[in-house]
């Protein structure tokens, strides 16, 4: 959820999309007590987070042919 917060600041939609997301990842997965599937979605987790911090870009339209 912090990654989400820094990488979609001032996008409420992009914000709110994220967050259900992620609680629905969660919810599907409650319940999992095999270690090595839980090991397995952290990596995953951890893998997404690198690929949010490093290729996301939001851009702002600061004038009518700016962004």
Do not use: P, W
Not at 36 to 65: C, F, G, M, N
């Amino acid at each position: 959820h912090r990654t989400r917060q820094e990488v979609f600041k001032s996008d409420a939609r992009a914000l709110e999309a994220a967050r259900e997301k992620i609680n629905e990842e969660f919810r599907n997965y409650q319940d999992e007590t095999s270690e090595e599937k839980i090991i397995e979605l952290l990596k995953i987790a951890s893998d997404v987070e690198v690929i949010l911090r490093t290729s996301v870009i939001q851009a702002v339209h600061t004038d009518s042919d700016k962004i």
